[in-house]
């Protein structure tokens, strides 16, 4: 997970944390107004059940909520789903052609045991299998306005 989802997270158990107290203490000064209020023992009793079975109830719920919001996904999720790549498989070859970020010099490829290995600026990095390629090595590397195109044979 990345640090954006961990972080919030933390932020809703520590909203939940001052959020459920305070819930309790009004559902108790309700409690304690309706008690002040009723005439016999009996009321009183029944009346401090209810509510207590009800604040234990929307505690509960509460909790569930919080706990179970999660962003949908991470920017950088978002960037890979975005990612796209051609592998065209040709006569003992593979042409593999992909937009990859960043001036020539910080562009990394490796190709180590069928696993084509790539690292451009701004932390982007991606590994893409490529099957029946464990003993080619990378014979063309071009890398021109941001697309990276490669010969693998």
Do not use: C
Not at 28 to 53: E, H, P
């Amino acid at each position: 997970m990345s640090k954006f989802s961990n972080t919030s997270s933390y932020t809703n158990e520590k909203s939940l944390n001052f959020v459920v107290p305070i819930i309790v203490l009004l559902f108790i000064g309700v409690i304690y107004i309706m008690t002040q209020r009723a005439d016999g023992n009996f009321v009183n009793f029944i009346l401090v059940g209810v509510a207590t079975i009800t604040t234990i109830y929307w505690v509960h719920i509460i909790k569930k909520m919080l706990k179970n919001v999660k962003p949908k996904y991470t920017a950088r999720e978002a960037e890979a789903k975005n990612w796209v790549y051609d592998l065209i498989k040709g006569d003992n070859q593979f042409v593999f052609v992909a937009e990859v970020p960043g001036p020539d010099d910080k562009i990394m490829v490796r190709l180590i045991d069928g696993i084509l290995y790539i690292r451009g600026s701004g932390g982007f990095s991606k590994e893409v299998a490529i099957e029946g390629s464990n003993s080619m090595k990378i014979s063309d590397f071009k890398y021109r306005n941001g697309v990276l195109t490669l010969r693998i044979s």
